[in-house]
């Protein structure tokens, strides 16, 4: 593979006062939708390192959210790619990717979600971190021959903010016209579309593409924080990054009848170099509400 590395800071403004073990270090990040822009500030700011964009390689050919690449594989595995090949083209022993996932809400399936991962990989220590946000988004479709119908659902969509994806007759038309942006070209589209179509029907849908929707671009943002306090958080017996909760234990006892309940009582805290465990009581809660409690409220 041939690639090309884009610098992101200069060493000179990395904040001096981090001394931690990615302080001064390059990571390479393999993108070609704009991740950069928010992945960057966040590492830099909290790590001291100095992230830097690959290109070279079309990401979209491992899937799209369109549905005419599919992608292979998990979520993780599918940033771990991404990450390995990023490594590949730069050279760099670090290296970092996102995935993004969209579906139901997990708590009652209404309305549309997202769940970013951005995994971090140290060849040098043979570890490897994963950083994840999710939250409500914007993942809204409709089929269509009407054009103010469209135009109302676009404005709904949060158009032109976030663009969206025209294609006829239905959601798995492969003439696909992605990233409009601008009314006029939204209108165009549509009308070709509609052209195009047997039964003149339009199917719109959100371009979730990351540079395409800034909402997407948000929840990144915060799986870059979460990354980062991972990082940041260094194992008691040996001083690896990434001591971080790997399990959970349910049991909080309940506020009025004091039996278990299902709810978190403690997390278990485990490094990836060494055998180091701890567990951790909650700090913020000593009881379950008793409306948790399988006693108090089967």
């Not at 700011?45 to 990401?59: H, N, P």
């Not at 990989?121 to 054009?147: C, K, N, P, Y």
Request: glycine residues 10%; contains cysteine; negative net charge.
């Amino acid at each position: 593979m041939v690639g090309r590395v884009l610098s992101g800071s200069a060493p000179a403004d990395f904040p001096s006062h981090l001394a931690g073990p990615y302080a001064f270090r390059r990571l390479a990040l393999l993108t070609q939708h704009g991740k950069e822009r928010v992945i960057g500030p966040v590492l830099e700011a909290a790590l001291g390192c100095r992230v830097e964009r690959v290109s070279g390689f079309d990401t979209d050919t491992l899937g799209t959210f369109t549905r005419d690449i599919p992608r292979a594989g998990t979520q993780v595995e599918a940033a771990r790619r991404k990450a390995r090949i990023g490594m590949e083209l730069s050279g760099l022993s670090l290296g970092l990717a996102s995935e993004g996932s969209f579906g139901p809400d997990p708590m009652a399936g209404l309305f549309p979600w997202n769940v970013e991962l951005l995994v971090f990989i140290d060849d040098e220590r043979g570890i490897e971190v994963t950083g994840m946000a999710q939250q409500a988004t914007r993942f809204a479709h409709l089929l269509t021959h009407d054009w103010q119908q469209a135009a109302q659902f676009a404005r709904q969509a949060g158009f032109p903010e976030h663009h969206l994806v025209v294609r006829p007759q239905g959601q798995d038309d492969p003439r696909i016209e992605k990233g409009l942006a601008t009314w006029t070209a939204l209108e165009a589209a549509f009308h070709r579309a509609r052209a195009r179509a047997e039964y003149s029907q339009v199917f719109l849908e959100n371009d979730v593409r990351a540079h395409a929707h800034p909402t997407r671009m948000d929840v990144i943002r915060l799986a870059a924080e979460d990354l980062a306090a991972k990082l940041n958080s260094p194992c008691p017996a040996c001083g690896a990054p990434g001591f971080w909760v790997v399990e959970r234990l349910r049991g909080l006892p309940c506020g009025d009848c004091g039996a278990p309940t299902r709810e978190i009582r403690a997390d278990i805290y485990g490094c990836l170099e060494c055998a180091r465990r701890e567990t951790r009581e909650r700090a913020d809660v000593e009881h379950a509400d008793p409306g948790r409690c399988d006693y108090c409220n089967p």
